[in-house]
């Protein structure tokens, strides 16, 4: 049996984050270090030759318009058919006007945020493999991103920001950073942390990042 496949992919139209390599070589480490075989791409015609027959593909601070129409399709596809998708920071930043992309494949949409800053991340569920070795509360560095409504009640919210530990924050008690669903057929993980290249060095946040990729793999 061949080694399970991920696809990473880094493509941007908008913002481009200086941490995509560091992304790149922690999730490149993460995989194959759990026998998983991992591609990383930034052609969308290779997304959709790559895609078929992959566990998981991981949009990695992707920004902007980034697929074709063939993309498109090759990724509604690949979650019907119950492959698992990881997104990570920017990526709720990606296909603004896809509302197929923003609603139900990560679960919500980007709305600015403030100053990188440090912040606690408030772990509500300790039961999903990104957040078990997590205490209660996570000391970070990060945008703290907001969006544009809460998916409370939507998906299963794994954690939140603590908009008292830092500035800027929009959406008040109920502010999701990090949850999981199923709405476009096969797992859906998204963590909103991942600015800063040293994030990825971060073994709490490595393990937050393999935990996410597992789950939605179904290798948890």
């Known amino acids: 049996m061949s080694a399970p496949r991920i696809v990473v992919f880094t493509r941007t139209t908008g913002f481009r984050h200086d941490s995509i390599p560091a992304g790149i070589e922690a999730f490149t480490e993460l995989g194959t270090g759990n026998g998983m075989e991992v591609l990383a791409t930034e052609d969308p015609g290779e997304l959709v030759e790559r895609l078929p027959g992959s566990s998981v593909v991981v949009f ?25 998708f990881v997104g990570v920071h920017g990526a709720s930043t990606t296909e603004y006007g896809w509302p197929w992309y923003g609603e139900d494949l990560v679960g919500a949409v980007f709305d600015g945020h403030p100053d990188l800053q440090p912040g606690v991340v408030t ?11 997590l205490g209660d509360r996570w000391e970070f560095t990060d945008e703290w991103y907001n969006f544009s409504v809460s998916p409370r009640g939507r998906v299963r919210v794994l954690a939140t920001a603590d908009e008292t530990t830092y500035s800027g924050g929009r959406m008040g008690d109920d502010h999701p950073l990090v949850w999981c669903h199923e709405l476009a057929g096969g797992r859906s993980f998204y963590t909103a942390l991942g600015h800063t290249s040293e994030s990825f060095s971060d073994p709490d946040f490595r393990r937050h990042l393999l935990g996410g990729l597992t789950w939605a793999a179904h290798r948890a």
Do not use: F, I, K, N
Not at 68 to 83: E, I, S, V
Not at 123 to 133: F, G, K, S, Y
């Open 60 to 84: 990695l601070s992707t920004s902007g318009d980034v697929l074709t129409d063939a993309a498109r399709d090759a990724l509604r596809t690949h979650l019907a058919g119950g492959g698992g």
């Open 123 to 133: 772990v509500e569920d300790h039961d999903h493999p990104a957040t078990a070795h």
